[in-house]
């Protein structure tokens, strides 16, 4: 399809499955799930899921600029938690990604488990 980019970024971590990092189409970016994983290292950063949700919303910046996009066109982003007991951490962090009076549309759901032993990840879908 000829409509359809796959973005890719060095700035964010590279897939570790049969997945993009993001999908660019239609006027839209699907961002896959983001992890609190460095890209250089492949490794988890931060010990708690405030400082992990900080570098995955990081990661996920990285993926929407490089879509030609940014976190201010974002329409809808799921979170994915591993304790509901970390959420005003969590949402406290978020919030200083997602500024000013109209923040994206979320759903927030607690898991048992993430990839890499991740407390925290986020995806979304933005205007291109």
Do not use: W
């Amino acid at each position: 399809m000829s409509d359809r980019t796959i973005v890719s970024t060095d700035g964010a971590p590279a897939a570790i499955g049969p997945y993009s990092q993001g999908v660019k189409g239609a006027g839209l970016v699907h961002c896959s799930g983001q992890i609190a994983m460095d890209p250089a290292t492949g490794e988890v950063v931060g010990d708690d899921a405030a400082t992990q949700a900080e570098g995955a919303l990081k990661n996920l910046q990285a993926v929407l600029e490089a879509a030609g996009s940014s976190l201010d066109k974002v329409l809808k982003c799921n979170v994915y938690i591993v304790d509901m007991g970390e959420f005003a951490a969590i949402n406290e962090v978020y919030g200083r990604f997602f500024t000013g009076d109209s923040p994206p549309a979320r759903a927030c759901v607690e898991v048992s488990g993430l990839p890499k032993g991740a407390l925290f990840e986020i995806d979304c879908v933005a205007l291109a």
